[in-house]
């Protein structure tokens, strides 16, 4: 009987160092957040810190891995970090917006907890909390592709990010109180490029190398505020390869659009002369362009970068037209092992049509911007919360725009904007810009299929002109003045998920919304429960954790 008992003991004893060994890795961070004084400009600044970097740490992760972030929050205000792209699945509690989780208090840390389940490609991390984001706190997130799953090119001689985006130098403090006395932020001071502008004067020291020769692979994103920037590098073409966590079509370009928000993975292969050459970020559809350059340096170059800067596109119907060149690569495979194409979103049935109107104006004599003529505010108890202790009649109402906004919206009111909708069903959703500044859109939880964008307003009748076969699979849309944009998805990751503009004056003034997507069968195959980790805020502060709601 012993013997027996032996053996099922070193049975149950290898069971269960097979789950242990057949778990995804984990990489764990402690994160300080910290002010500091950064130059981004060339001139000292207050600005906020990760571990006393500026930009934050790269996080470097696989396909699956689970990431492990302890935010230590030494700032004298409440603070967030969101993830922007990476889909939380079944796990909104991670996403770190205002919707699913209480902010961080000051002199207190929260340990983030999630996984990049099924997905590859190029995002950025950054603050969501008041404007923290105009003085720091972002940084880049990369997911490699698993070595089982080949990527549609080969290993580049290294792996470089760069984050560029509009700068103010007055701070986030002082941005705040403008965007509160109801003004808004007007135009940028400046163009950054990994925190630093190149001077120009021959004692710059290169943000990258490259060994003449050899290919190398950029990862960009426009981390900025409110400005839409072209990237493009003096001398060298690029090749796209990825767009937010998709493989494209590998088209060659010699400079991109990139808008608020948005990641584009390019090879740049060294081919010319080896000496100093700029990479250059310009503004796009400003009165006045500025302009930044970092210096990228040939290991056995001679000479320095010429000062002839390749000139910018002009105008947003180039942009427009860029944008149609942007094509999903249907034979590669992204984080999985089939084949991107094998998803046909051009056969699937629309079950519902939302359509967004962004407008602005003001409220009690305030600026403030909207969506479908209603401006969005945080209340107190994050709406997920409030949702899952059974007391979202006292936070928020559902479904309090309309999916088919009237011609003409003259009013603005206030108050939380959720959108409840059926779990799996396939939606189409237009964003309708009928100012005279671009937007930028992001949805997080998700990925969609960018299928058009189009001058004018949206009618039943555009859909003919829909990309329904290689529409690239990606998070954020911009809109031009006048314009719209149309997306296509299936809402099967539930949770409470944030649309957003990723203009961050408009963002913080209202323009935004939650939709909510709820399991049906209250299952864990579907979300997860409460983690037992999580603050709490505003009603729920002192009410009795409910038992789980979801169940196997």
Not at 113 to 140: C, E, L, N, R, W
Not at 147 to 154: A, G, R, T
């Amino acid at each position: 009987m012993g013997g027996v008992t032996l053996i099922l003991l070193l049975c149950l004893w290898a069971g269960s160092m097979l789950v242990v060994q057949g778990e995804d890795p984990y990489l764990f961070f402690t994160w300080n957040v910290t002010y500091g004084t950064i130059s981004p400009l060339g001139v000292p600044q207050q600005g906020i810190l990760i571990n006393g970097q500026f930009p934050g740490p790269n996080i470097n992760s696989t396909s699956n891995n689970n990431i492990v972030i302890n935010v230590f929050n030494n700032l004298d205000e409440p603070f967030l970090f969101t993830w922007t792209g990476v889909q939380q699945r079944k796990n909104s509690w991670q996403d770190g917006v205002l919707g699913t989780n209480c902010p961080i208090p000051p002199g207190t840390n929260y340990t983030y907890h999630f996984q990049v389940k099924d997905q590859i490609g190029s995002y950025i991390y950054y603050p969501v909390t008041a404007m923290h984001k105009a003085a720091g706190g972002f940084g880049g997130l990369r997911i490699n592709s698993r070595l089982l799953i080949p990527v549609p090119y080969p290993d580049p001689a290294d792996d470089y990010t760069i984050l560029a985006g509009d700068w103010f130098s007055k701070g986030h403090t002082s941005l705040k109180k403008i965007l509160d006395s109801g003004r808004n932020l007007g135009r940028c001071d400046g163009v950054h490029i990994n925190g630093k502008v190149a001077k120009g004067d021959g004692k710059d020291e290169p943000l990258f190398t490259m060994e003449p020769g050899k290919t190398y692979k950029y990862r960009i994103c426009n981390a900025g505020i409110k400005t839409s920037l072209n990237i493009r590098f003096q001398g060298h073409s690029m090749k796209l390869v990825e767009m937010e966590g998709s493989h494209t079509v590998q088209n060659m370009y010699e400079s991109l659009d990139v808008h608020v928000g948005q990641c584009f993975s390019v090879l740049v292969t060294a081919n010319q002369e080896p000496k100093d050459y700029y990479v250059v970020a310009s503004t796009r559809f400003t009165k006045r362009m500025v302009t930044a350059t970092g210096i990228i340096r040939y290991t056995n170059g001679k000479g320095p970068a010429s000062p002839d800067l390749p000139p910018p596109p002009v105008g947003w119907a180039w942009s427009l037209n860029q944008f149609r060149t942007f094509r999903w690569n249907l034979t590669a495979s992204a984080a999985r092992p089939n084949p991107q194409g094998s998803y046909h979103y051009g056969s699937i049935n629309i079950t519902r049509t939302i359509k967004l109107v962004n407008t602005a104006g003001k409220v009690d004599g305030k600026l403030r911007y909207a969506i479908n003529g209603v401006s969005h505010v945080d209340p107190p108890t994050p709406l997920k919360l409030a949702e899952y202790y059974g007391v979202a009649d006292k936070v928020f109402k559902y479904d309090n725009i309309p999916d088919d906004p009237p011609a003409k919206i003259s009013e603005i009111s206030m108050q939380p904007i959720v959108l409840n909708l059926t779990h799996r069903t396939f939606i189409e959703i237009i964003f309708e810009n009928h100012e005279t500044a671009i937007q930028s859109w992001h949805l997080s939880g998700y990925s969609f299929f960018a299928v058009a964008i189009e001058a004018g307003k949206w009618t039943p009748e555009k859909r003919k002109n829909y990309n329904l076969l290689d529409a690239v699979s990606r998070h954020t849309i911009q809109v031009f003045p006048q314009s719209w944009a149309a997306i296509l998805l299936t809402f099967d990751n539930c949770g409470m998920w944030n649309i957003r503009s990723e203009i961050w004056d408009r963002h913080y003034l209202g323009q935004q919304l939650y939709v909510s997507v709820l399991s049906p069968e209250l299952s864990l195959r579907d979300e997860y429960n409460l983690p037992d980790d999580t603050l709490l805020c505003g009603i729920v502060e002192s009410m009795p954790t409910p038992p789980p709601k979801y169940t196997i």
